[in-house]
């Protein structure tokens, strides 16, 4: 049913794909007329956030000896953002990733960033179509999901 | 050499030897522990002082000391008879057996007996005068003294008062062990010893246990030593025997003790380990079920998603139904996946189950939607009777009253070939008298009702319960009864176990004729009974019966209003389906039961939707139970324990009449203009009152064209909660009042809300966290109230349902203008995106927050300004948020801020990750670690929310234990944070409306 031209680029891909989940549209329900830039604003701190966090947890991976602890202090902060912003498949790679520091498994940390970065590139290569669509819709009239407010 | 100088010598030899057995014998008894050497020493002493007089006796014999002493006119001792030493001690030419004879009579006679059959020199060879001494010394010592010669054979024995064989010991004497007491082992053992001394000439002492006629089993100490002449030669054996039964049975008993305790302490490890596994298991249990449940409860949001943003869009009616099929079985999915964690829940007693206002109606017309539109190519009619008398609002958990009906309907659905699935949906009636005895939930006073019904009902029941002979089920089971004779197969889960204290419904015989509708042939019943709906007595019955209000019944109206409120709901579901076997029926409620396992692969199922169907109708005190015949169909009925909203004061009888009348006369209607128009009245009367944006949707009922109006709203939902302390009071409205009000003028209307306010002031109104929840389990872990995730469903669902509805904005609803002050609040989180997530929904909330980005500056911050209320991120840099939870909590306990709730941790990283000190700072930094509040006798508790990614039971019970008021799950969703605000904030600073 979900189907069709500019369906597959939107809020509906990304939802149906799981990179997306019910907390992004908590966010789209915060954006009003009063912050109308609210979401992109959030999503640029996130996106900042996260290229600062991957920078840091890149630098922690290579020190020697490891300090799991502050891989995964730095990891627990990408969870926490990616979970707010509602980015689900960057937080669960962050929750096996924390099992790798508990584990002081090297490799599967390294795996992990490795995996990571290619979600959060995910997100944020898509999450910028989103944006777009979501703000064509509110212009068109539509209304947002989840007005439960 | 004259025979005296010949006694003398031999005497004298003797008594050398003598000396030497005493020491003998003293060295034998002293390693078993018991100094008989020097006790021996002294009382022989002690023994020859008493003889002593024998001296003056021998010189100077008097006829009155020889009455004394009888003895002495026989003896011939010696003077120089010494009484401290052997060696100088003489035998005179007189002394013979008579001396001992006759010292043995006066004071030994049994121990002495038989002694005359020894010569002379035997008796100097072997006793001489020290044995004499040595049997009056051991008189009291519990041990037997004997003697055998060389082949073994009794020469001696010395008994003390309690013998061992039935033989004297005269008897003993000439005879060996075995011929004593037998071959048994003992004995056999016994002369292997004394044979042994014999042959190696040395001591031996060893434990025997021996078995005799008239003594039972005995534990002997038996020591042995050679008896030796002065020219070494070994004469015989002699043998000390101590009886050591009660010792041995001691130490026996002590032992088998030891094992028992051995025992019953491996058990107890046993079980330890076993309840650890047990717990253990539980846990990993409970952990797997949260994990998975959100595993399929984020994807299924995913999918809940699309369709609820799709329901958005431009659809054909077509594809706008089978897009609300499609939210509702997502949204039935996500509650059953809930269910399945509640289950856990439910076995560990902790369910809870929410009381709101509930349209049992829409509940049951909405899921027979759902399953016309699921079964479209089913060729199965689905249809609902709902009874007229079944009230449009009714306490209850609307949640789970849907997921049973849908459980059920489903089920009837899938089951269902051909033919039809019917809901039915009514008001159980039952007499006042009944009801007041089923409120007492006894069911000993079921079983005098049920022998009372016996008397009363008709005669097919009382055979029939004869015939079954359980008089107990009767009350609850006429229906199941009455199916039987029909022909069906019946099953109520109550007979398997199950609850027994669930109150007892008495069905009257309206009831009765109406569960013999349908597969039975129950004519003349059906016909009364339709007679009686159509007249319109059903409804004024069940509503005298029940609010006890119509005809002036001041006597149904003295109950108490708990009582009045109470009612049962009765739901059917009854289907043409394929049925189930008779042998089916006991485990059919049970779960992970499936009635065949071909039936799963025919038409799918866990098993588990009749379990739960079972265990949440019973949390909800009702009663669930299936009527059913293989081929021809299955009826599931269910009936439920309800509660009307409460009466407003004044005259509330009345007030509810004219509410409920209306409110059928309005559901007559089906012009959108009079519903637009109550839409309003209702907005602008509760405009003054009603806290959060509330919105208003036109909604076209079923098919039959009533329209209502919904308000589709987290607080639209009358709740019977109790404020907790600093909660906000809400005031908010549904629509049986606005229909209530709507013949009334607005003054009248604005003073039953008053009046009602009033009357409710205590309740607060909440979706969620804000319904008071029934604890079935009795156990309330911890207190914390947890903010559900995921979308409202009910909302979702009306969204989702709105197919002909236009959204109305038609209340803008302005907080209460009591007091404009914002609450203060804290925002203790250190994770940017978080706060900034976190800050636009306060905004949105119309409030704002200081944000402090680890623990230390959240202390500092409340250590400057008072805050109404902290939202306290658990996993936070240089103080986690439940060690400052700790010290704020002691500083409301103390009045002042102690020195160690100001320090900041030694182990403090500066740099640590997660430590966002770079951010703006909003916190005003006051440091007044070292000027504590003054004047602060008592400080006011601050609510304190955890906000933590650990949504396991162990952290909310951490959270709970360290002071926190409530636990929020992150992420941080719009509803939990108003739903729990709205539960802390106190009320004369209430959230003010977006």
Request: include cysteine.
């Amino acid at each position: 049913m979900v189907s069709g031209r500019g369906v597959d680029e939107g809020v509906f891909f990304l939802f149906w794909q799981g990179i997306l989940d019910d907390q992004f549209t908590q966010l789209q329900m915060l954006q009003d007329e009063s912050t109308p830039d609210f979401l992109e604003e959030v999503v640029t701190l996130f996106f900042d956030d996260s290229v600062k966090l991957l920078e840091n947890l890149s630098e922690s991976l290579k020190a020697d000896p490891l300090d799991y602890k502050v891989v995964d202090g730095h990891v627990h902060q990408f969870k926490g953002s990616s979970s707010s912003i509602g980015a689900q498949r960057v937080m669960q790679v962050c929750i096996t990733f924390r099992h790798c520091c508990d584990n002081k498994d090297k490799q599967g940390c390294l795996d992990h960033l490795a995996k990571a970065k290619e979600e959060f590139n995910i997100v944020r290569s898509k999450l910028g179509k989103m944006l777009k669509l979501e703000k064509k819709i509110v212009d068109l009239g539509g209304v947002l999901p989840f007005m439960d407010c | 050499m004259t025979s005296v100088e010949y006694w003398q010598k031999i005497a004298k030899d003797l008594s050398v030897e003598n000396e030497e057995l005493r020491k003998q014998l003293g060295s034998f008894q002293q390693p078993k522990g018991v100094a008989v050497q020097e006790v021996l020493t002294q009382l022989f002493v002690e023994k020859v002082k008493d003889v002593s007089p024998l001296e003056s006796i021998i010189d100077t014999p008097t006829h009155a000391e020889a009455v004394k002493l009888p003895g002495f006119a026989k003896s011939s001792i010696k003077k120089n008879l010494s009484r401290t030493s052997f060696a100088q001690m003489d035998v005179s030419e007189g002394l013979d057996k008579d001396l001992v004879m006759e010292l043995s009579e006066m004071e030994y006679s049994e121990h002495f007996r038989g002694l005359d059959r020894l010569d002379a020199v035997e008796v100097l060879e072997r006793t001489n005068n020290i044995e004499l001494l040595l049997q009056m010394v051991l008189k009291d010592v519990p041990v037997i003294i004997s003697h055998c010669d060389k082949d073994l054979c009794y020469t001696y024995v010395k008994f003390v008062d309690h013998p061992l064989t039935k033989v004297s010991p005269e008897d003993m004497k000439g005879k060996k062990d075995t011929e004593l007491v037998g071959l048994v082992p003992g004995a056999l053992e016994t002369m292997r010893i004394k044979k042994e001394v014999l042959e190696l000439g040395i001591a031996i002492g060893k434990e025997v246990t021996v078995t005799m006629d008239g003594f039972g089993k005995r534990w002997l100490v038996v020591a042995c030593e050679p008896l030796r002449n002065k020219a070494g030669q070994i004469l015989g054996v002699i043998t000390a025997c101590m009886d050591v039964t009660e010792q041995a049975l001691a130490r026996e008993r002590l032992a088998q003790m030891r094992e028992e305790m051995a025992v019953r302490e491996a058990t107890e490890k046993e079980l330890r380990r076993a309840i650890r596994l047990a717990d253990e298991a539980m846990e990993a249990k409970n952990n797997f079920l949260a994990v998975m449940s959100h595993e399929i409860r984020t994807p299924l949001n995913g999918v809940l998603g699309m369709a609820q943003v799709l329901a958005t869009t431009p659809l054909d009616p077509e594809q706008r139904e089978l897009v609300s099929a499609m939210v509702f079985s997502a949204d039935v999915l996500l509650a059953i996946i809930s269910d399945v964690l509640d289950l856990s829940k439910v076995e560990a007693g902790t369910l809870k189950l929410e009381e709101k206002e509930l349209n049992p109606r829409d509940i049951v017309k909405h899921v027979v939607r759902t399953a016309i539109a699921a079964s479209k190519d089913r060729g199965i009619t689905i249809h609902a009777d709902i009874g007229d008398d079944v009230p449009s609002v009714v306490y209850g958990d609307p949640l789970r009253i849907k997921q049973v009906i849908t459980n059920l309907v489903f089920n009837a659905v899938k089951f269902t070939r051909k033919g039809h699935v019917k809901v039915r949906l009514h008001v159980a009636k039952f007499s006042m008298e009944a009801r007041k005895t089923d409120l007492k939930h006894s069911v000993s006073d079921s079983l005098t009702r049920a022998s009372k019904l016996e008397s009363t009902e008709d005669a097919v029941h009382m055979t029939d319960r004869k015939t079954e002979g359980n008089e107990i089920l009767m009350g609850r089971s006429s229906l199941l009864k009455l199916r039987q004779l029909g022909g069906g197969e019946s099953w109520d889960p109550l007979m398997e176990g199950g609850r027994r204290d669930l109150p007892e419904l008495s069905v009257t015989e309206d009831e009765m004729g109406d569960t013999i509708r349908g597969p039975i042939t129950g004519t003349a019943h059906s016909k009364r009974l339709m007679k009686m709906h159509s007249a319109g007595f059903t409804f004024q019955d069940v509503h005298e019966a029940v609010t006890g209000l119509s005809g002036g019944d001041q006597k149904a109206s003295t109950g108490g209003d708990q009582a009045q409120r109470d009612f049962w709901l009765k739901f059917e579901i009854e289907d043409t389906g394929i049925g189930i076997p008779k042998d089916a029926l006991p485990t059919l409620f049970e779960k992970f039961t499936l009635v065949h396992s071909s039936t799963t692969r025919k038409y799918g199922g866990t098993g588990l939707g009749l379990a739960i169907c079972k265990q949440l109708v019973e949390l909800m005190d009702g009663h669930i139970s299936v009527v059913s015949t293989e081929g021809k169909g299955s009826t599931f009925t269910f009936t439920l324990r309800c509660k009307r909203p409460p009466a407003a004061t004044g005259s509330p009888g009345s007030a509810k009449l004219v509410s409920e009348t209306k409110m059928k006369e309005n559901l007559s209607h089906s012009t959108a203009n009079v519903h637009k128009l109550q839409a309003g009245m209702c907005s602008s009367l509760k405009s003054e009152t009603i806290l959060s944006n509330l919105q208003t949707y036109q909604v076209l009922d079923d098919d039959r064209g009533p329209r209502r109006s919904v308000l589709v709203d987290a607080t639209s939902y009358r709740v019977p909660t109790k404020l907790p302390r600093g909660s906000l009071k809400v005031r908010h409205t549904n629509d049986s009042d606005c229909y209530g009000y709507l013949d009334d003028s607005r003054e009248k209307a604005r003073s039953l809300e008053e009046e009602s306010y009033s009357h409710t002031a205590s309740w607060a109104a909440r979706q969620g966290a804000w319904t008071e929840s029934r604890d079935r389990g009795g156990v309330n872990r911890g207190g914390l109230r947890r903010t559900s995730s995921g979308p409202s469903r009910i909302n979702t669902l009306m969204m989702a349902d709105l197919d002909h509805s236009k959204s109305v904005p038609a209340i803008s609803a302005p907080g209460p203008v009591v007091d404009k002050k914002l609450p203060s609040l804290l925002l203790a989180e250190d994770n940017k995106v978080n706060v900034m997530v976190a800050l636009s929904m306060l905004k949105k909330l119309g409030l704002s927050a200081d944000v402090a980005y680890n623990g230390m500056e959240a202390i500092r911050a409340l250590q400057a300004k008072h805050y109404d209320l902290v939202l306290m991120d658990i996993c936070m840099p240089v103080l986690d948020g439940l060690e400052v939870t700790r010290r704020i909590r002691r500083y409301e306990d103390l009045g002042y801020w102690d020195e160690e709730s100001t320090l900041t941790p030694s182990d403090r990283k500066p740099g640590s990750p997660g430590a966002l000190e770079d951010l703006p700072l909003k916190v005003i930094h006051k440091q007044s670690a070292s000027s504590p509040v003054i004047g602060l006798d008592k400080v006011k508790r601050m609510p304190i929310i955890a906000m933590t990614a650990n949504a396991l039971s162990d952290c909310e019970r951490q959270c709970s234990a360290t002071g926190m008021d409530s636990f929020m799950t992150k992420p941080v969703t719009f509803k939990k944070l108003k739903d729990v605000l709205a539960l802390h904030l106190p009320h004369k600073s209430s959230m003010p409306s977006p």
